[in-house]
């Protein structure tokens, strides 16, 4: 796929430059991990295969904008509004343990009073207390996403004003309630087409959460795919401390991130093992 193909707006001059920079730097990415390129395409395809599948929800879904918001209005019992929160997959209710911990200048924001000036989110809740939906604008309702409940999963679909999905958000959670996978993916509903794909996959051992997550940039050509992992301790049922496995990755400094232990600042909580 060539990201900059259908760039009405970007010169071939451009788009030559631009897809040759990406050539040279794939070159040298893959002589960094010591990785040929048949081994990297090996590793990239079943995160390919992932987002294929996303695709093919997209393909189902993108005609049930009209359907959802239907529904929606019939089960919808409770409402609750939230600021800030923009940089993050739906706001306060993101379903990430960790993202607004290890990606900087990430937060979630903070629930609020309906008539608070700054409030962009408007979430809503089923006669379950289930999160059903969140709408987000703040100067009208810029895009919708609902949110799908089955056993201990739930897939949320975002649409746009012009109800094109924009994009597709997996969950599943264990049987004490943690979550154990998210896979949130960037899509383009005018071409069935996925543009990012992040996974995050939790295991839960002892006072660690081991949390390792990719991310697929599937316009790119070649596709680019990050792996990290993250070990977090916790204490007291909450976030302490976190050491990282970087693939292949440093800071400015061109120093490794991984075995640097950080502390957690954000009071994040874990649920607790159901003993019964």
Same mark, same amino acid.
């Given at each position: 796929?060539?990201?900059?193909?259908?760039?009405?707006?970007?010169? =071939?001059?451009?788009?030559?430059?631009?897809?040759?920079?990406?050539?040279?730097?794939?070159?040298?990415?893959?002589?960094?991990?010591?990785?040929?390129?048949?081994?990297?395409?090996?590793?990239?395809?079943?995160?390919?295969?992932?987002?294929?599948?996303?695709?093919?929800?997209?393909?189902?879904?993108?005609?049930?904008?009209?359907?959802?918001?239907?529904?929606?209005?019939?089960?919808?019992?409770?409402?609750?509004?939230?600021?800030?929160?923009?940089?993050?997959?739906?706001?306060?209710?993101?379903?990430?343990?960790?993202?607004?911990?290890?990606?900087?200048?990430?937060?979630?924001?903070?629930?609020?009073?309906?008539?608070?000036?700054?409030?962009?989110?408007?979430?809503?809740?089923?006669?379950?207390?289930?999160?059903?939906?969140?709408?987000?604008?703040?100067?009208?309702?810029?895009?919708?996403?609902?949110?799908?409940?089955?056993?201990?999963?739930?897939?949320?679909?975002?649409?746009?004003?012009?109800?094109?999905?924009?994009?597709?958000?997996?969950?599943?959670?264990?049987?004490?309630?943690?979550?154990?996978?998210?896979?949130?993916?960037?899509?383009?509903?005018?071409?069935?087409?996925?543009?990012?794909?992040?996974?995050?996959?939790?295991?839960?051992?002892?006072?660690?959460?081991?949390?390792?997550?990719?991310?697929?940039?599937?316009?790119?050509?070649?596709?680019?795919?990050?792996?990290?992992?993250?070990?977090?301790?916790? =204490?007291?049922?909450?976030?302490?401390?976190?050491?990282?496995?970087?693939?292949?990755?440093?800071?400015?400094?061109?120093?490794?991130?991984?075995?640097?232990?950080?502390?957690?600042?954000?009071?994040?909580?874990?649920?607790?093992?159901n003993q019964s």
């Open positions: 796929m060539d990201f900059f193909k259908d760039l009405d707006f970007v010169t =071939e001059e451009d788009k030559s430059f631009m897809n040759d920079f990406f050539q040279k730097s794939h070159k040298a990415f893959l002589e960094k991990i010591n990785m040929t390129e048949q081994e990297y395409q090996e590793q990239c395809a079943p995160y390919l295969e992932e987002a294929s599948r996303i695709s093919e929800i997209i393909k189902a879904e993108k005609e049930r904008a009209e359907a959802l918001q239907s529904d929606l209005a019939a089960k919808a019992v409770r409402e609750e509004r939230s600021r800030g929160g923009e940089t993050i997959h739906r706001g306060f209710y993101c379903p990430s343990l960790i993202a607004d911990i290890v990606i900087g200048n990430c937060k979630r924001g903070s629930l609020c009073k309906e008539d608070h000036p700054k409030a962009i989110y408007t979430h809503y809740f089923d006669g379950d207390d289930r999160h059903i939906a969140t709408k987000q604008g703040d100067s009208g309702i810029e895009s919708t996403e609902y949110i799908l409940h089955s056993d201990n999963k739930s897939l949320g679909i975002m649409f746009d004003e012009d109800d094109q999905i924009v994009t597709v958000a997996e969950c599943e959670y264990d049987g004490n309630g943690r979550i154990i996978q998210y896979i949130y993916a960037l899509c383009d509903s005018t071409k069935n087409a996925v543009v990012q794909c992040d996974k995050e996959l939790y295991t839960y051992s002892g006072d660690k959460v081991i949390v390792d997550t990719s991310s697929l940039l599937c316009a790119a050509s070649p596709v680019i795919l990050t792996l990290n992992k993250y070990v977090f301790q916790i =204490e007291a049922g909450y976030l302490k401390s976190y050491t990282l496995e970087v693939f292949q990755s440093e800071d400015i400094s061109h120093e490794p991130l991984d075995s640097r232990t950080y502390q957690v600042k954000i009071k994040r909580k874990i649920p607790q093992i």
